[in-house]
């Protein structure tokens, strides 16, 4: 079965400072990487993927993430945040085409942006 | 643009309430989803989708029940709220079996008392 775990369920940082948040996941075949973004009283909104190809994922409002095979992670990083990046993000995780359809999620992690 | 709604943005039942939950997508997808989500929980999967009249179970299906009459429609149906079914509902679609991406609704805030 897979799984996945956000280390930090809130990160404070301040405006146009750089932030990671970490995901780590489990699984014992080759997945499928997400990224989901949910602003207050909002559903989610998928902020990128990692489904094949190069390792650096490119996503909306300035975010990437990097897929590591060795370390089971796809951290999410941003070189300078805004107050608007100010939501929760979930880190998610596929079981291939092979496995089941459904997204495996993480607990969140609050991301606070302060001036 | 991809739009899945949600029937309620709040809901609140009593105890026991048959409870209907609905969701509607718009944009011909092949597999539904039915999520909750808690404080330090994440989302959790309940009961997907992948075809009309098909369901399958998710990670947590207890106390929970679905229905796909329609490709466009999935309900989420609570037999007998309970107090501990008090939660975020998710409701998310995708275009197929090899699309990954999900597409979310706004959500249901369900308090049962």
């Known amino acids: 079965a897979q799984s996945v775990t956000q280390l930090d369920s809130q990160v404070p940082v301040f405006e146009e400072a750089p932030v990671e948040l970490r995901c780590n996941y489990s699984?014992?075949?080759?997945?499928?990487l997400f990224w989901y973004v949910q602003y207050p009283n909002q559903g989610l909104q998928l902020l990128l993927k990692?489904?094949?190809?190069?390792?650096l994922v490119k996503g909306i409002n300035g975010f990437e993430a990097e897929f590591n095979k060795s370390q089971t992670s796809f951290h999410l990083r941003k070189p300078s945040v805004h107050i608007s990046d100010t939501a929760e993000y979930f880190c998610a995780v596929s079981e291939g085409f092979t496995g089941r359809r459904a997204l495996t999620f993480g607990s969140g992690t609050r991301l606070q942006v302060q001036p | 643009d991809v739009k899945v709604t949600q029937s309620s943005r709040y809901l609140v039942k009593r105890t026991g309430e048959k409870v209907f939950l609905e969701c509607v997508q718009d944009m011909d997808h092949e597999n539904m989803f039915w999520y909750r989500q808690d404080p330090g929980l994440g989302l959790r999967l309940i009961y997907f989708s992948y075809d009309v009249k098909m369901k399958e179970k998710g990670d947590i299906p207890e106390g929970y029940s679905v229905s796909r009459e329609k490709k466009e429609r999935f309900s989420l149906i609570l037999e007998s709220a309970s107090t501990n079914q008090t939660s975020m509902y998710l409701c998310a679609s995708s275009l197929s079996t090899r699309s990954y991406e999900q597409y979310f609704g706004p959500g249901t805030r369900l308090t049962v008392t």
């Open positions: 990692y489904l094949s190809g190069s390792t």
């Open positions: 699984s014992s075949v080759s997945v499928y």
